[in-house]
């Protein structure tokens, strides 16, 4: 059986690229999850809005550039698995494992992580630096706004389960 939850970062992909055409096909019947997809970017572009006002890119960027990645790093790749990076591909992104230094994630691009729906572990992950600098209030926005995208991306997931038939982890 097809495994969606294990495999090499690479063998993900190429999973979701298939369930992904298999969804091209299939769209039209399927308006409830643009829906959902519409409701999880919005709330992402809000998540990301706050986090940039946060000084978290720069702050990410910056040592995520250095030797390992940041928290960045190979390891933290497997926390990926093929639905999530499907979600991604539905909201358009162009995903493919980039060049990466061997001891680094592998979708993490110049610009940061190329995901918009990230892996569980990397949305819900503060690190000392992130929290150390930011205000009580900043947090608690912060974690208001992770847990809108949690949510919305956990219905997600789980409505592609069903569309698709995929056996749940
Ligand atoms: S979360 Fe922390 S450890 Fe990870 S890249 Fe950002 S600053 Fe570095
Ligand atoms: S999936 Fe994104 S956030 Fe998670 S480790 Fe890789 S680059 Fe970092």
């Given at each position: 059986?097809?495994?969606?939850?294990?495999?090499?970062?690479?063998?993900?992909v190429?999973?979701?690229?298939?369930?992904?055409?298999?969804w091209?096909?299939?769209?039209?019947?399927?308006?409830?999850?643009?829906?959902?997809?519409?409701?999880?970017?919005?709330?992402?572009?809000?998540?990301?809005?706050h986090?940039?006002?946060?000084?978290?890119?720069?702050?990410?960027?910056?040592?995520?550039?250095?030797?390992?990645?940041?928290?960045?790093?190979?390891?933290?790749?497997?926390?990926?698995?093929?639905?999530?990076?499907?979600?991604?591909?539905?909201?358009?992104?162009?995903?493919?494992?980039l060049?990466?230094?061997?001891?680094?994630?592998?979708?993490?691009?110049?610009?940061?992580?190329?995901?918009?729906?990230?892996?569980?572990?990397?949305?819900?992950?503060?690190?000392?630096?992130?929290?150390?600098?930011?205000?009580?209030?900043?947090?608690?926005?912060?974690?208001?706004?992770?847990?809108?995208?949690?949510?919305?991306?956990?219905?997600?997931?789980?409505q592609?389960?069903?569309?698709?038939?995929?056996?749940?982890?």
């Amino acid at each position: 059986m097809l495994n969606f939850y294990s495999g090499t970062a690479t063998e993900k992909v190429a999973l979701a690229h298939s369930l992904h055409r298999t969804w091209e096909r299939q769209h039209n019947i399927h308006g409830t999850v643009r829906d959902a997809l519409q409701e999880l970017r919005l709330s992402v572009e809000a998540l990301t809005l706050h986090m940039r006002s946060m000084g978290m890119n720069q702050l990410c960027c910056h040592c995520a550039s250095r030797p390992g990645g940041g928290c960045c790093s190979a390891l933290m790749a497997d926390n990926t698995d093929a639905i999530q990076i499907l979600i991604n591909l539905l909201l358009g992104i162009v995903v493919e494992p980039l060049p990466h230094k061997e001891d680094a994630c592998c979708f993490l691009g110049e610009q940061g992580c190329l995901f918009l729906a990230k892996p569980h572990f990397c949305l819900n992950y503060n690190c000392s630096h992130i929290r150390n600098r930011a205000t009580d209030q900043e947090m608690k926005t912060l974690y208001r706004h992770t847990s809108t995208v949690l949510g919305r991306q956990t219905r997600m997931e789980t409505q592609l389960i069903e569309i698709f038939h995929l056996p749940s982890e």
